[in-house]
């Protein structure tokens, strides 16, 4: 069970003209399926950048240069 507090109502106010004859119960079924969906459509596409740019600046440093960068570290 959930209140409708006033950002609900407002949300599934503003949603209610897409989904005609829909109860406001059904309405914010379909708003949390649609957000659930954004984000894992979000993460799918967050995954598919790093893939894409994964090794894109291999070989920018030198073979063992941040063990050389790291003796000037502090302990």
């Known amino acids: 069970m959930l209140t409708e507090t006033d950002d ?5 106010d503003r949603a209610a003209p897409q989904f005609p004859g ?3 119960a ?3 079924r379909r708003l949390i399926d649609l957000g659930a969906a954004a984000i894992e ?8 950048q790093v893939r894409r740019r994964a ?3 291999a070989g920018i440093y ?8 790291r003796e000037d570290w502090p302990e």
Do not use: C, K, T
């Open 41 to 48: 459509d979000n993460d799918v596409r967050r995954r598919e």
């Open 26 to 28: 059904a309405i914010l």
């Open 22 to 24: 829909l109860s406001r």
């Open 62 to 69: 030198a073979q063992g240069e941040l063990e050389r960068l």
């Open 8 to 12: 609900v109502a407002r949300a599934i």
């Open 55 to 57: 090794g894109r600046h």
